[in-house]
């Protein structure tokens, strides 16, 4: 097996949405805001090179959406999924499965793309079998007023039409659930609806994709829950045990947005569960 970390473009978000009820005097110190208070993001995915199989994790925002709908995002740097896939050598033909954790736009976006004329939407991996669950495909396709606006039908219903969807069984509460696609599974539904946080077992180790379970390093002490969390009291003890599971086990945690600290573990203190060290990409994916 091999991995491969595949930068999907990086973005701005309002800090005080990021961080929820947290003062910005708290959260600045790990996650600096500009003068318009937004702080870094990236779209940090994960391709997972495993015998025939090429399976890529989240797909970032994409480029079909208009500049106006990517002017409210601040698009920054020259990272994109496509040169990110080319970098490593592999086009979008290779791909034979493509994982997304959630169908919120910045995790889902590239999945689908323009036809050739820009006349309608087709899967950007044509011969991938994408991976959602039931409850979290129904929750997407018939949301709630609050995620609508993150669940772009355009991003999500082409991949049905063109018959490539395919869904993990949710079978137990158990902490890891094993998938089709030979890694771990942890339901978490405090951001959403049944989020699917993949544990790899690489080289002696687990990695951890944490998708928007830990958006950033800033978030590890409990309270720090985003504003865009559905169920924030729930995310409150799905991060809880899933943070003290990671200290235990020494988990690698591979943060999808955290534009600076790419990869870090976590260790048991008097204040709960904090970072141990920051680790950079080429060390854990050599």
């Known amino acids: 097996m091999k991995l491969h970390a595949i930068e999907a473009g990086n973005f701005k978000l309002d800090g005080g949405a990021m961080f929820g009820v947290v003062p910005k005097t708290l959260w ?20 997972i090179e495993d015998g025939d199989r090429l ?29 990110s896939l080319k ?25 689908v793309s323009w036809n050739k004329d820009r006349t309608g939407y087709e899967p950007t991996f044509k011969n991938a079998r994408y991976w959602s669950n039931k409850n979290h495909w129904e929750w997407a396709t018939k949301p709630n007023a609050r995620e609508k606006a ?14 490539q969807l395919h869904f993990i069984e949710h079978p137990s509460t ?27 077992e690489y080289k002696g180790q687990t990695i951890v ?8 390093a800033g978030h590890l002490p409990l309270p720090y829950v985003m504003g865009y969390d559905t169920r924030p ?13 990671a200290a235990d086990h020494n988990y690698l945690l591979f943060l999808e947005h ?3 600290n790419p990869v870090i573990t976590v260790q048991h203190t008097e204040k709960g569960v904090r970072l141990k060290e920051i680790l950079a990409l080429e060390d854990v994916l050599k």
């Open 87 to 111: 970098e490593k050598g592999f086009a979008p033909e290779d791909i034979t499965d493509v994982f997304l954790t959630h169908l919120h736009f910045d995790h889902s976006g590239g999945a």
């Open 233 to 245: 009291l729930l995310t409150l003890g799905e991060k809880e045990k899933f943070l003290n599971q």
């Open 209 to 216: 994709f944490c998708a928007d379970l830990l958006a950033t």
């Open 28 to 47: 600045n110190k790990t996650n600096p805001a500009d003068a318009n208070n937004l702080i870094d993001i990236a779209a940090r995915c994960l391709l």
């Open 258 to 260: 955290d534009a600076h």
């Open 150 to 163: 993150s669940f772009l039908s355009e991003n999500i219903l082409p991949i049905q039409e063109a018959g």
């Open 55 to 83: 399976i890529l994790i989240d797909t970032g925002m994409g480029n079909k959406q208009s500049e106006k709908f990517f002017g409210y995002y601040n698009l920054w740097g020259d990272f994109s999924l496509n040169r």
């Open 174 to 200: 158990d902490f890891k659930t094993e998938s089709e696609l030979g890694f771990g599974i942890y339901f978490v539904d405090g951001h959403t609806e049944k989020q699917m946080i993949p544990h790899i």
